[in-house]
């Protein structure tokens, strides 16, 4: 079934540890996005990608980075989590970027203690 | 600074009709999107409206005017699976969307 998966579903993790959000798509998008989502604020965009090989910050860049390795997967590593990453975190794609329609993932849980 | 204004939440009734506004104040602007999301889930597309006017899709109409930086969402015959977050979104003028914090839908029977 195409579309995009994203794992861990939920993940506990200590302050100071190093996290990697997975995410891979199979609709052979060229855009891939991540963002954070928390209670009462908008979507805030993290990290995207135009096509493999590139990326570049959005919104909310500080703590975390990204890589494009391939066309299909786009992970999101929090090098030393901290609480204020408590969030949840979606992993989106498009076929290209600018105003074309973005298919998300089901999201990750990520509680930072 | 980049702002995009919906109502927190709204009610209303199975059958009804329901309008959720968007205002929005970005550098720029290549388009307007809505999306819907049930609790829990993601985020799924409902709309996209570039030009000035009403875009009909079924049960949902997406309106937009690009001089008054305004936009709504229609919801027609409402049913109970329409409860839900409705999330306005610009793209700006570097083709990154910029989010409202979404409209939280209730529907009653």
């Known amino acids: 079934i195409a579309g995009i998966t994203q794992a861990p579903t939920s993940q506990i993790l200590a302050a100071g540890r190093r996290m990697t959000l997975r995410c891979t798509q199979d609709?052979?998008?060229?855009?891939m996005y991540w963002y954070r989502q928390d209670l009462g604020l908008g979507l805030r965009l993290i990290h995207y990608?135009?096509?493999?090989?590139?990326?570049g910050k959005g919104e909310v860049p500080d703590g975390y980075s990204v890589s494009r390795a391939n066309t299909d997967d786009f992970p999101l590593t929090l090098a030393s989590a901290v609480p204020s990453q408590t969030s949840v975190y979606f992993c989106?794609?498009?076929?290209?970027?600018?105003?074309?329609?973005?298919?998300f993932g089901p999201g990750t849980r990520l509680t930072v203690l | 600074g980049q702002n995009i204004d919906q109502p927190t939440e709204m009610t209303a009734t199975e059958g009804a009709i329901v309008q959720i506004n968007c205002t929005y104040q970005?550098?720029?602007?290549?388009?307007l999107f809505w999306y819907q999301q049930h609790a829990g889930e993601a985020p799924t597309f409902l709309s996209y409206?570039?030009l000035d006017g009403l875009e009909e899709k079924g049960r949902f109409s997406s309106f937009l005017s690009r001089s008054k930086g305004y936009s709504y969402l229609l919801l027609k015959e409402l049913q109970m699976k329409d409860s839900a977050s409705y999330l306005c979104?610009?793209?700006?003028?570097?083709?990154?969307?910029?989010w409202g914090a979404g409209t939280k839908l209730i529907i009653k029977p």
């Open positions: 989106a794609s498009s076929s290209e970027g600018g105003g074309n329609e973005q298919f």
């Open positions: 609709m052979r998008h060229n855009a």
């Open positions: 990608s135009n096509t493999a090989g590139t990326t």
């Open positions: 970005t550098s720029g602007f290549n388009g």
């Open positions: 409206n570039v």
């Open positions: 979104a610009v793209l700006d003028s570097n083709y990154q969307l910029i």
